[in-house]
C-alpha cells in the first residue's frame, strides 16, 4: 500500500510541477514580448517616418530596391 | 498590438488554479482508494483530463488548419501553432501519468501496446509539426506546410481512441458510469473540468503570445 501512494504522489507531483512550471514560463515569454511590442511601439512613434508626411509613410516597410528584383526573370545569373 | 490581458482571462486563470486544487484535494482525501488497485488508481483523476485536454487540442489544431488552408489569415496558423503545443504539453503529461500507473499495475515503465503505441506516434507527430515550424522561416510557407503536418497528424486521434477497440490491449477500455462508483465519477468529472479551464486559460495566453510573435516578426521585416 505504501509503494501504490508513492506511485500516485509522484503522478500529482508531477503533474502540478509540468501545469505549474509550463504556465511560468507562459507568463514569462509573454512579458518579454509584451516589453518588444512597446518598445517597438515607442520607436515608431519617435522615428522620422512617424511626423506626418503621408507621402514617405506610404513606402514604409518596403524595400528601396525595385519590386522586380523579386521576381524570379530578375535574379542575375552566377 | 495584442499587449494587454483582458479582465476575463484573468479571472479564468485564477478559477482554474483554484478548481485544479480543489480537484487534487478530492482526488487525494476525498475519494476511497479503489478495492483492488489501492492508491496508485488515484492517478486516473489526472491521467484521464491530461489526454482528453491533449485530445481537445489536437482537434482545436485540425480545425485551425483546415480553416487557414481555406481562409490563408495567419491568424488561424496562430491558434493552430498554439494547440499544438498545448497538445504536446497535454500529451506527453498524460504518456509520463501512464507509465507511472503502469509500473505498478503491469509491472513495466512501458510496453509497446496498440494504445501506448499510437499514443506515442501522435505526440511524436506533434513535435515534429513543432520541429517543422522552426525549420521554415516564410511565414505564408511555414503556415501551409504547417497546416498540412496539424491535418495528417490529427488523423491518429480516432486511432488512439479506438485502439482498446479494434486490438487486444493491455490498456483498459474506457470506464462508464455503470462501472466507476459515484464519488469517483465526482472526482474524475472535477479532474477533466479542472484541466478544461486550466487548457482554457493557457490557450488563450499562449495564443495572445503567437500573435504578438506574428506582429514582432512583420513589423521586423517591414523595418528592415
Known sequence: ?78 | MHTRRRPAVSALGLAALGLLAASFWVSLKLVPPDRLMGNVQRIMYVHVPAAWVGFLAFTICFGASLLYLWRRDLRWDSLARTSAELGVVFMGLSTALGSIWGKPTWGVWWTWDPRLTTAAILLFVFLGYLALRGFVDEPERRARWSAAVGIVGFLDVPIVYLSVFWWRTLHQKPSGPETVATPMRVALLLGMASFTLFFAFLLAERYRLARLESELELAEVSHV
Open chain 1, 1 to 78: 500500500m505504501f509503494e501504490s501512494i508513492s506511485y500516485a504522489s509522484a503522478a500529482y507531483l508531477l503533474t502540478a510541477l509540468v501545469l505549474l512550471l509550463y504556465g511560468a514560463s507562459l507568463l514569462r515569454r509573454l512579458g518579454r514580448a509584451e516589453r518588444n511590442a512597446r518598445a517597438m511601439t515607442e520607436r515608431s512613434a519617435d522615428s522620422p517616418d512617424s511626423s506626418g508626411d503621408r507621402r514617405h509613410r506610404s513606402t514604409r516597410g518596403r524595400s528601396s530596391v525595385p519590386h522586380t528584383e523579386w521576381t524570379s526573370e530578375e535574379v542575375p545569373h552566377a
